[in-house]
Nanobody, 126 residues
Framework: QVQLVESGGGLVQAGGSLRLSCAAS????????MAWFRQVPGKEREFVAS????????AYADSVNGRSTLSRDNAKNAVLLQMSSLKPEDTAVYYC???????????????????WGQGTQVTVSS
């Protein structure tokens, strides 16, 4: 069982930056494909970014592409989502997800991920 713990959320002004971290209990996080999703109350959870098991492939939602970077920090057993130029529409609960698959793909569909964190709130004020 993989346990995921998100951190780094909070309140930030529009135009600011945040770095979200997702730490895994799995000692071999390097063997996990990882992703971030977000959800606003009353709406479906949506894809934000993903990275495959070795960091060789990443994918981003159009809404955050160019403003976000997802990277792996295997020494810290974590993945980091750096977000900049934040907008009020980025306000959501951000969830980290993992899949125990070592493949080239970095899926955008939440059904591909079997492990989920509890979420961290990001609020961007205008």
């Amino acid at each position: 069982q993989v346990q995921l713990v998100e951190s780094g959320g909070g309140l930030v002004q529009a135009g600011g930056s945040l770095r979200l971290s997702c730490a895994a209990s799995e000692r071999t996080l390097s063997m996990l494909g990882m992703a971030w999703f977000r959800q606003v109350p009353g709406k479906e959870r949506e894809f934000v970014a993903s990275i495959n098991w070795n960091g060789g492939r990443t994918a981003y939602a159009d809404s955050v592409n160019g403003r976000s970077t997802l990277s792996r920090d295997n020494a810290k057993n974590a993945v980091l989502l750096q977000m900049s130029s934040l907008k009020p529409e980025d306000t959501a609960v951000y969830y980290c997800a993992a899949r125990r698959v070592t493949s080239w793909s970095a899926p955008r569909d939440e059904i591909a991920y079997g492990y989920w964190g509890q979420g961290t709130q990001v609020t961007v004020s205008s």
